[in-house]
């Protein structure tokens, strides 16, 4: 499977694979050792693409929903099939533990059912003008070429989340996986021509470096859109790049979620779910706990225990099976991890358990609790994208929730209680796009995921996800 990339991989423009003009390797963060070359495409590659997708956008805009959700529905269907290979692939190049690959495959392949199950399901309205004199008719229309850039840290659920939106609402794309991990976006564009899906209708290339390339696709009349996910100061980029052409967009950016532990609440939960989401791809989402708020009654026994917990993790060095803790992408993030845990400990913080990178081939990270943090300390500004948790204790509920909202980033807050009222109520204080009250994972196909402030702009899943492809266009008509 590997050499076929080695041979191939990179470039899908109108279902041909053309010849590569340079070469990328791809690593294994496990080991550090390179894995595959994958071909990238030059600035002109990307405008073909784009103009395959233009080429292809009528077509697939008049296919009839029920055709273009057969596909999804197929593509759902071979993902699930081939799973094992999937995950197989997606572990390689991006160094989570087995168990969460095959998690994000099964979770990537959702977004194929959840869309093609909402492509038959796109309405318009017909309304009476309030003066009577006319009706108003509003009606679905795909919003055209989509431009679609996806990150490192979900391989697989970041292009499919995107992709099967669009391709329900009658969209082409050009997809840019991002360069660290494009092997799994490669094996997903080539299932999905497996699938029925016609040549031209998703598009992958993979510029290095990307900005012209970038900036060359985004300029091409034929763009009408840009959905990326990824870091707060590449949005803001891409952002400027989409008004000089009045884009649609779609940003899910970075996040500095408060993990908000109430004195009231139970121990065993708020551990778990602060495993489950500050664990989860070895901390490297964005929807991480950043920020450990946890009040002073039950701040000695929740450090205890998460530390416990934390220490007990197996992580998968030597590519290990049972594997909980994985890899970060490269050497590059570990040394961004190991610098903010430096400047957290030069502050006055505690490391309870971890606080090093082991010295292994891989780029590993131990699983790290912080005590003692100062809740003025800089650090809690940054994502930290990595297994660090630091824990701030409060007394005051009202003083948490203003800690909790004093960032720039709004995409999701937790809260622990054992009253879920007050958790309900504490939630709709926090500015936040989604709120997770006594659970660590939230991330749903048939949700609306997104954030407030600097997290992003729209939202990606549930009824909302297609949304961000159609156009509304408004008809009036004597009759
Ligand atoms: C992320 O974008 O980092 C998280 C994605 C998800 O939970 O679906």
Redesign the pocket.
């Known amino acids: 499977m590997i050499e076929a990339l080695d041979r191939l991989g990179g470039l899908l423009i109108d279902g041909d694979t053309p010849h590569a003009n340079g070469k990328l390797d791809v690593f294994d963060p496990t080991t550090g050792s390179v894995i595959a070359g994958i071909a990238t495409s030059t600035p002109s590659d990307c405008v073909a693409a784009v103009e395959a997708a233009a080429g292809a956008a009528a077509g697939w805009a008049a296919t009839p929903p029920r055709e273009r959700g057969e596909i999804l529905r197929r593509c759902f269907e071979t993902m699930i099939a081939e799973k094992d290979e999937i995950a197989a692939l997606l572990q390689l190049e991006n160094g989570k533990p087995m168990a969460e690959a095959a998690g994000e495959t099964a ?1 990537a392949a959702e977004f194929f059912r959840w869309f093609s199950e909402e492509a038959v399901r796109i309405g318009g309205e017909v309304r009476q003008a309030p003066m009577g004199d006319k009706r108003i008719m509003v009606l679905p229309e795909p919003v055209g070429v989509s431009l679609q850039i996806t ?1 490192w ?2 391989p697989a ?2 292009p499919v ?1 995107k992709i099967a939106p669009a391709l329900a609402a009658g969209c082409t794309t050009v997809v840019k996986p991002a360069p660290a991990t494009p092997l799994t976006a490669y094996y997903i564009a080539d299932l999905m021509a497996r699938c029925g899906t016609p040549p031209g209708v998703i598009n992958l290339v993979l510029p290095e470096p990307p900005n012209e390339a970038t900036v060359a696709m985004l300029a091409h009349r034929a763009v009408r859109k840009v959905s990326f ?1 990824g870091s707060i100061a590449v949005g803001k980029h891409l952002l400027r790049l989409a008004a000089d052409r009045v884009l649609r967009t779609s940003m ?1 950016l970075g996040g500095n979620a408060p993990f908000v532990v109430l004195a009231d609440a139970d121990l065993h939960t708020a551990v778990e779910s602060a495993i489950a989401s500050k664990m989860r ?1 070895t901390g490297a ?3 991480a706990p950043n920020r450990l708020y946890v009040h002073e009654r039950i701040a000695d026994d929740f450090t205890e225990a998460l530390s416990a917990r934390m220490a007990g993790l197996t992580v998968g060095y030597d590519r290990r099976p049972d594997a909980e803790v994985g890899a970060l992408i490269s050497t590059g993030e570990r040394d961004k991890v190991a610098g903010i845990v430096q400047t957290a400990v030069s502050g006055g913080a505690r490391v309870v358990t971890g606080g090093r990178a082991p010295d292994c081939g891989g780029y590993f990270y131990e699983p790290t609790v912080l005590s003692d943090v100062d809740p003025n300390a800089s650090f809690l500004a940054r994502e930290i994208f990595g297994p660090v948790a630091p824990l701030v204790r409060f007394r005051d509920e009202a003083a948490a929730v203003e800690m909790a909202n004093d960032t720039d980033a709004g995409l999701i807050a937790y809260v622990m209680t054992g009253d879920l009222g007050h958790g309900l109520a504490i939630g709709e204080k926090l500015d936040a796009g989604m709120v997770a009250v006594n659970r660590g994972i939230i ?1 749903e196909p048939a949700a609306p ?1 997104g954030g407030t402030k600097e997290s992003g702009i729209g939202r990606e899943g549930g009824f909302e996800g297609i949304e961000e492809y159609l156009e509304r266009k408004y008809v009036s008509a004597n009759w």
Request: hydrophobic content about 35%; proline content about 7%.
């Open positions: 979770y990150p840290n979900f659920a970041m989340r996910t899910e791809n989402t964005c929807v991330s995921f």
